[in-house]
C-alpha cells in the first residue's frame, strides 16, 4: 500500500522548478526483530488524549483554532421538590389594617416543635444571664489572731481553735462563696435552630404579628396604649402576661410608651439584638418589624450554611452590624 512507504519531495531540484518523488526504503518485514540495548531501554512518552482538542483539529481546518467551552446551566428545582414557602400578612399599626402578604422559607417559620432544643437553648441562656459575683470570706481571709482561745480539755465545751473559727460569731465561712462563670456551652447552631423553632411556634399559633414600623404612636400616655391594646383585643381579655414589642431601633415615643408608669402593663419593648429565645416564649403574643423580622432570620441561620461558626459567642450584647445581612432561600 502507498501509506506504508515513505516519500520524500524536494522542491526546486529541476531546472524546470518541478518536483521530484524519489522513494527512500521499504519496510522489511521480519518474524522475529532483535532487540538492541537502546531499543530495549527506550521509553516512550505517553501523550495525554483529549477528545476535545482531537475533534477541534479534525473539524476546524485553521491553525488558530478555539476549543469550544462546554457551559453547563443547572435547571432551577422542580415544583415539587423546590423548598416550600409560607405566608404572613404585614400589617399598618397601630391601625392594624392588612397591606400585604410576605413569604417566608418553610425552614424559618414552618419548623416543627422541639421542646428539647427550647428548653436547652433557656438553660444556655439562664446560666449565661448569671453574673456570678458572690464572695464570701474564708477563715483564713478574716482578720484576727490565731490564738487558741480556750485550753483543749478540762473547761467540758466544745473544741474550739481561734476565734475566726466558723462555729463563732464573726468567724469565717465553712464553705465560702467566690466569683465564678456559670455560662454554659451550646454549639451555635443548635441555638439558631431553637430561635427559629420558637419564631414557627408563635406563627403557627397565629400570635406572630408582623407591622411595618412601630414608631408611628400618636402619643406614649397610659390613656392611648390602653384604648388601642383594648381594641386590637391586646388587653388583659386577649392573654395573660404582657405582649413582646420588637423592633429594629428604639425612639423616644416607644421608650416612653411602655415604661412602668406607662403602658408597661401591657407590653414589653425591646430592640432585637436584646431578644432571646424566653422573651419570643413569654407573652401571649409577639408584635415585630417586618426589617427586625428579616434580620433576626438572617442573624439565625447557621444550621443551614456551610460558614463555620465563631466562637465564644454569646446570645445577646452589643448590637452586631446591621450591614451584610441577607436571608437564606
Not at 501523550?47 to 491553525?63: D, T
Not at 436547652?120 to 490565731?146: L, M, P, W
Request: net charge positive; charged share 25%.
Amino acid at each position: 500500500m502507498a501509506s506504508k512507504r515513505l516519500v520524500t519531495r524536494l522542491e526546486g531540484f529541476s531546472n524546470g522548478g518541478g518536483s521530484i518523488i524519489l522513494p527512500l526504503c521499504s519496510r522489511r518485514r521480519r518474524s522475529n526483530p532483535s532487540l538492541t540495548r537502546s531499543m530495549a531501554t527506550e521509553v516512550n512518552p505517553i501523550i495525554p488524549f483529549n477528545p476535545i482538542e482531537e475533534y477541534a483539529r479534525a473539524h476546524i481546518s485553521s491553525e488558530e483554532y478555539q476549543i469550544p467551552k462546554l457551559i453547563a446551566k443547572v435547571p432551577p428545582p422542580p415544583a415539587h421538590i423546590a423548598t416550600p414557602t409560607v405566608l404572613t400578612t404585614l400589617y399598618d399599626f397601630p391601625s392594624m389594617e392588612p397591606i400585604s402578604f410576605t413569604p417566608y422559607p418553610s425552614s424559618h417559620l414552618a419548623l416543627p416543635l422541639r421542646s428539647d432544643l427550647l428548653h436547652r437553648a433557656i438553660i444556655f441562656e439562664g446560666d449565661r444571664a448569671r453574673q456570678g459575683t458572690a464572695s464570701n470570706k474564708h477563715r483564713s481571709e478574716v482578720h484576727g489572731s490565731g490564738k487558741k482561745i480556750r485550753r483543749q480539755k478540762g473547761l467540758g465545751a466544745a473544741r474550739l481553735g481561734d476565734k475566726k473559727s466558723p462555729m463563732l460569731k464573726g468567724g469565717g465561712r465553712a464553705f465560702a462563696k467566690k466569683p465564678r462563670d456559670f455560662s454554659t456551652d451550646l454549639p451555635r447552631k443548635m441555638y439558631d435552630l431553637a430561635f427559629r423553632t420558637a419564631l414557627s411556634w408563635r406563627w403557627r399559633r397565629g400570635q406572630l404579628v408582623v407591622v411595618n414600623s412601630h414608631h408611628n404612636l400618636e402619643a406614649w400616655d397610659i390613656g392611648y396604649i390602653k384604648e388601642l391594646f383594648n381594641h386590637h383585643g391586646w388587653g388583659k381579655r386577649g392573654g395573660s402576661g404582657r405582649n413582646l414589642l420588637i423592633s429594629e431601633e428604639m425612639d423616644d415615643t416607644l421608650t416612653q410608651a411602655f415604661t412602668r408608669e406607662n403602658g408597661g402593663r401591657y407590653g414589653k419593648a425591646l430592640e432585637r439584638w436584646d431578644v432571646d429565645v424566653k422573651d419570643l416564649l413569654k407573652g401571649p403574643r409577639v408584635i415585630i418589624e417586618k426589617m427586625a423580622l428579616d434580620r433576626m432570620l438572617a442573624e439565625h441561620q447557621s444550621d443551614l450554611t456551610n460558614r463555620t461558626p465563631r466562637f465564644p459567642w454569646k446570645p445577646s450584647g452589643s448590637p452586631p452590624a446591621k450591614s451584610g445581612l441577607t436571608l437564606l432561600k
